[in-house]
């Protein structure tokens, strides 16, 4: 099966190609960073650590608030619509981007000593903050341009030396700095910002200042109704371990994270999947050829179908690699996660329509309702079950985000685009390997490796079927 798969990579397209390096360097990323973690763990003192979590929450935060996201979902629809005036889409948008930035980050530093309090971060790593906003942004500019055009080559060299580079510079600066913490935010600053310094200038200079407004009005008015959209996402993954911690103990917290960070490593591979695979996607919605992108979706959900189930199979090894015996105890969550985290996927195919036909404002009603429904289940349900109803409410909550992003497909485009048989056969599997998996623990590891072993054989299988560049048969259902 490997040497079929090799073969087939061989005898691929550029496509294909691109998908599969797309996915590597995302796995060199994580990598990277899972190695290097130990070390950095041990270096900063448990305070620090805990600073740092809050640093990155706000980092996410600003990222949408001082770059208003334009290096994703609108960067991808005026590439997909503009192809031949890309530079200058990239340069336009990149700029917009820089001058919100400024805006934003001038405002932050005027009132630095209230903000600083109100954050609970020193000034000093607010700065920092700024410039790894600016420069993480711009370097997803120029790597979404590459992911379009399938220039992977280019794409996977630079990515891989950001990410490896930054890695071992945090560890390196980290025990050389006496601000620990300072050293860890400054060593994951600095490569991407300089990378940055250099795209962009050389951006601007290929495309000149001449018409770089030209973007500026349809990506600003594109982009800001999508803002409640991303911060609530980000209310729906991290309002768990709040709730938890109110409403059970920090060792509740304790218990649910460790979980929720295992499962959600199929989330990484699912991003990497679903950015190689939106550029096709894109392309094809504009072009209306829905029986190429119904072809095109097959393969992707039943690699993250397979990504799922794997690791729920690992998952008793995963918890005690990260934890130890102690954690154990959220073993049978991890099924449930794993399953919500694969439904919230759906997001990233579903909303390729939406965001082509440039109807983003049905977006954030989704995500609000999603974020809104979890925080009443959570407040309703923790106390009478304990931490463990989070996972579940998870998992409602990312079901009926998916559902009503399909609906709103069908109203956009009045026919079914997806080959929604295939992808509710795939999920009936899902749902019932998630259901037994808790008994499935029970049984001896060796047998539960003779279960994992066959079932990556049937998907394998599977995987290479759907790969054909002619399929022998499309299944009834899918032509409901």
Same mark, same amino acid.
């Given at each position: 099966?490997?040497?079929?798969?090799?073969?087939?990579?061989?005898?691929?397209?550029?496509?294909?190609?691109?998908?599969?390096?797309?996915?590597?360097?995302?796995?060199?990323?994580?990598?990277?960073?899972?190695?290097?973690?130990?070390?950095?763990?041990?270096?900063?003192?448990?305070?620090?650590?805990?600073?740092?979590?809050?640093?990155?929450?706000?980092?996410?935060?600003?990222?949408?608030?001082?770059?208003?996201?334009?290096?994703?979902?609108?960067?991808?629809?005026?590439?997909?619509?503009?192809?031949?005036?890309?530079?200058?889409? /990239?340069?336009?948008l990149s700029s917009i981007s820089s001058l919100i930035w400024a805006i934003f980050f001038a405002v932050i530093f005027i009132f630095i000593k209230p903000v600083s309090l109100l954050l609970g971060l020193k000034p000093i790593y607010i700065l920092v903050l700024a410039l790894t906003v600016w420069g993480d942004a711009i370097v997803i500019f120029w790597s979404v341009k590459k992911r379009f055009f399938y220039k992977y080559q280019q794409f996977s060299v630079l990515m891989a030396s950001v990410f490896v580079t930054k890695s071992i510079l945090s560890v390196i600066l980290?025990?050389?700095?006496?601000?620990?913490?300072?050293?860890?935010?400054?060593?994951?600053?600095?490569?991407?910002?300089?990378?940055?310094?250099?795209?962009? /200038?050389?951006?601007?200079?290929?495309?000149?200042?001449?018409?770089?407004?030209?973007?500026?009005?349809?990506?600003?008015?594109?982009?800001?109704?999508?803002?409640?959209?991303?911060?609530?996402?980000?209310?729906?993954?991290?309002?768990?371990?709040?709730?938890?911690?109110?409403? /059970?103990?920090?060792?509740?917290?304790?218990?649910?994270?460790?979980?929720?960070?295992?499962?959600?490593?199929?989330l990484i591979i699912f991003g990497a999947l679903n950015s190689a695979y939106t550029p096709t996607a894109y392309e094809l919605i504009r072009q209306k050829n829905y029986e190429e992108l119904s072809k095109k979706t097959k393969p992707i959900i039943l690699i993250e179908v397979a990504i799922s189930i794997a690791l729920m199979f690992m998952a008793p090894e995963g918890i005690y690699i990260l934890g130890g015996e102690k954690y154990m105890i959220s073993l049978p969550i991890v099924p449930v996660l794993v399953l919500g985290i694969f439904f919230s996927s759906f997001y990233s195919i579903f909303s390729s329509v939406e965001f082509i036909y440039e109807k983003n404002k049905v977006i954030f009603p989704i995500t609000i309702l999603g974020a809104g429904l979890n925080i009443i289940l959570n407040y309703i349900l923790i106390p009478i079950i304990g931490y463990e109803a989070a996972a579940y409410t998870t998992l409602i909550c990312y079901l009926i985000i998916a559902l009503c992003h399909y609906l709103a497909t069908l109203w956009i485009l009045r026919r079914n685009a997806y080959p929604m048989g295939t992808i509710c056969l795939y999920l009936a599997v899902l749902v019932l390997t998630a259901g037994v998996m808790p008994l499935i623990y029970k049984v001896h590891f060796l047998i539960r490796y003779a279960i994992a072993i066959a079932t990556a054989a049937v998907c394998g299988i599977l995987l290479l079927r759907s790969l054909k560049k002619k399929p022998t048969a499309e299944g009834i259902a899918d032509k409901v």
């Amino acid at each position: 099966m490997i040497k079929k798969l090799l073969q087939k990579y061989r005898d691929s397209d550029v496509i294909f190609k691109a998908s599969v390096w797309f996915v590597v360097v995302t796995v060199i990323n994580n990598a990277a960073s899972l190695i290097t973690q130990p070390f950095v763990n041990r270096i900063l003192s448990v305070e620090e650590v805990g600073i740092y979590g809050v640093y990155l929450t706000w980092n996410s935060i600003f990222t949408i608030l001082a770059t208003f996201n334009l290096c994703t979902g609108p960067l991808e629809v005026l590439i997909t619509k503009h192809r031949d005036d890309s530079e200058r889409v /990239v340069a336009s948008l990149s700029s917009i981007s820089s001058l919100i930035w400024a805006i934003f980050f001038a405002v932050i530093f005027i009132f630095i000593k209230p903000v600083s309090l109100l954050l609970g971060l020193k000034p000093i790593y607010i700065l920092v903050l700024a410039l790894t906003v600016w420069g993480d942004a711009i370097v997803i500019f120029w790597s979404v341009k590459k992911r379009f055009f399938y220039k992977y080559q280019q794409f996977s060299v630079l990515m891989a030396s950001v990410f490896v580079t930054k890695s071992i510079l945090s560890v390196i600066l980290a025990y050389f700095f006496e601000d620990k913490l300072l050293g860890r935010t400054v060593g994951m600053c600095i490569p991407p910002l300089c990378v940055a310094i250099i795209l962009f /200038v050389s951006n601007l200079k290929n495309v000149g200042l001449k018409g770089l407004t030209k973007y500026w009005k349809r990506a600003f008015f594109f982009a800001l109704p999508l803002i409640p959209h991303y911060l609530a996402t980000i209310l729906l993954s991290s309002s768990d371990k709040i709730m938890i911690q109110h409403l /059970v103990n920090d060792e509740a917290v304790g218990l649910y994270s460790l979980a929720y960070t295992l499962s959600g490593l199929a989330l990484i591979i699912f991003g990497a999947l679903n950015s190689a695979y939106t550029p096709t996607a894109y392309e094809l919605i504009r072009q209306k050829n829905y029986e190429e992108l119904s072809k095109k979706t097959k393969p992707i959900i039943l690699i993250e179908v397979a990504i799922s189930i794997a690791l729920m199979f690992m998952a008793p090894e995963g918890i005690y690699i990260l934890g130890g015996e102690k954690y154990m105890i959220s073993l049978p969550i991890v099924p449930v996660l794993v399953l919500g985290i694969f439904f919230s996927s759906f997001y990233s195919i579903f909303s390729s329509v939406e965001f082509i036909y440039e109807k983003n404002k049905v977006i954030f009603p989704i995500t609000i309702l999603g974020a809104g429904l979890n925080i009443i289940l959570n407040y309703i349900l923790i106390p009478i079950i304990g931490y463990e109803a989070a996972a579940y409410t998870t998992l409602i909550c990312y079901l009926i985000i998916a559902l009503c992003h399909y609906l709103a497909t069908l109203w956009i485009l009045r026919r079914n685009a997806y080959p929604m048989g295939t992808i509710c056969l795939y999920l009936a599997v899902l749902v019932l390997t998630a259901g037994v998996m808790p008994l499935i623990y029970k049984v001896h590891f060796l047998i539960r490796y003779a279960i994992a072993i066959a079932t990556a054989a049937v998907c394998g299988i599977l995987l290479l079927r759907s790969l054909k560049k002619k399929p022998t048969a499309e299944g009834i259902a899918d032509k409901v």
